[in-house]
Each structure stands twice: as C-alpha cells, then as structure tokens.
C-alpha cells in the first residue's frame, strides 16, 4: 500500500474528503517550490533588469510591476500582473518577463516616456519547470 | 540534526534524490501560501469596461492568480494587463486585468465587443506571498 501524507483544510475529513481542494497537503498533487523572489526597481530610462536565477532551465514565474503610465514617464500606484503590451497610433508601452535558462529579464516602458520615474515590482521564481 | 519533510514524485528515491524538480514537497523549500480565494461574476455590456475590487488586508501587495471565463462556454483564460481589443482572447473579445496595491485586488474587466454583452465568472487565489 502506497504511504501517503494528506492535510485537510478545516471541516474535512482527512480520511473521506476527494477533492484537492479540500486540502493543505496531498502528497498525490505536487506544490510550486519557491526558488528565490524579491524585489525590484529601475529607472524606466534603463527599460529592464536582469534577475539571474542560475538554474539551467526555464522556471515558472510570476512578476508584477508598476507601469508607465504617461509621456513624463510616471509609473503607477499599482502593480500590475506581467505581461502586458499595448501598440498605439503613436505609442506603445509594455510589461514584459522574458524566461531564459539562467536568467530573467523584466522590461517595463513605454516608447514616448520621458524616462523620469522608477519601475518597482516584485517576482517569485520557481523550482518548477515550464515545460 | 534538522528534520525536515520531503515526499518526492513516483519513482524518485526520498532519500538520495537532490534535484528539487522531483520532490511534491520539501519542507526547505517555500511554498505559496493561500491568504483567500473566490470568484464572482459580473455582466458587463457591449464596448464597456467595469472594476471590481476586493480588500485582501494583507497590508502589502500580494501575488494573485485568476482566471476567467465568459459564462456562455467553459474555456478559462488566465488574466492579463492591458490586451489590445484586436488582440483579445481567443473565442472572445474581452480581457480580464489584474493588478494590486497594499489594499485591494483589483479585477478590469473589458468588454472589447461591440455589440454582445459579456457575463463574466472570475476565479481568484491571493497569496501571503508578496512585496
């Protein structure tokens, strides 16, 4: 007989509950395993950072950001989930998380900005493998 | 001696295997943490855009995942920032944005058609994980 660990969330029976939903930990269903994360920022004149994972492969990733939101180059309030790109008649702006195997590259701007603000964001990157 | 917990994936011998890839769970490892979790659903008509937001009281600014779907058919399409209306998801020409500040969730839900009103279902997950 196949050994298992199971959690349950509170009001399920460990024993009978099917659903994964029903719990914390099943050691049937794999978890996201977090490799790094952190925090970021640059000046939207320099358009991206480069955040070096060294895993030799593609992770899963998740990143959110400010935008650059006008001309003058301001950035929002918000965090934004990545990836966006918007092609205007006379302006484009973008969020943008490139994976490569040692490396990420968060690009934030926007074509007409004045490059005056500061991109801030935050990212998790995974033990997982986008496969 | 440290104790840790670790299940590794069918096939994969717990205790000499070291690439993390191959484990369900590692206690050395950090895994996402689930703060709250919903959906909702909102009509929004032909050429219009509304917001729906949520309070998370996290007091910082969270990872999010969420999907949506038009309740008219079951394909899900995760959220992304700012999607040009020529560019909309595949089999409907609405987006769901997503982004966070240290109060709120925030869900945009844009109805790019110029003629069909939209009922839109929204599944969400917050995380403690965050910035």
């Known amino acids: 007989m196949a050994i298992k660990i199971l959690v349950s969330k509170p009001t399920k029976n460990v024993l009978t509950a099917t659903s994964p939903d029903d719990f914390y930990l099943h050691s049937d269903y794999p978890l996201l395993k977090i490799h790094s994360f952190g925090t970021f920022s640059f000046a939207v004149a320099l358009e991206s950072i480069t955040i070096t994972h060294s895993l030799g492969y593609r992770p899963y990733t998740l990143v959110f950001s400010t935008a650059v939101i006008n001309d003058a180059g301001d950035v929002s309030a918000e965090m934004y989930q990545h990836d966006w790109f918007v092609g205007g008649v006379s302006v484009m702006w973008w969020g943008q998380t490139r994976i490569y195997i040692n490396t990420l590259i968060i690009r934030v701007g926007e074509s007409n900005a004045a490059k005056g603000g500061m991109v801030t964001g935050f990212y998790y990157i995974f033990k997982d493998e986008v496969i | ?131």
């Open chain 2, 1 to 131: 001696m440290a104790i840790v917990i670790k299940i590794t994936k069918p096939t994969y011998n717990v205790l000499t295997e070291t690439n993390p890839r191959n484990f369900i769970f590692d206690s050395t490892l950090n895994h996402l943490k689930t703060s709250s979790s919903g959906s909702f659903e909102r009509t929004v008509t032909a050429g219009n855009s509304t917001t729906v937001y949520t309070a998370h009281g996290l007091g910082y600014k969270p990872l999010v995942l969420a999907y949506f779907r038009s309740t008219t058919n079951s394909n899900w399409f995760i959220t992304m920032t700012q999607i040009e209306p020529t560019n909309s998801r595949r089999g409907i020409n609405c987006n769901v944005e997503l982004y966070v500040d240290s109060t709120n969730v925030y869900f945009k839900i844009n109805n790019y058609d110029a003629s069909v009103t939209f009922t839109i279902e929204v599944q969400y997950e917050i995380f403690f994980e965050g910035s």
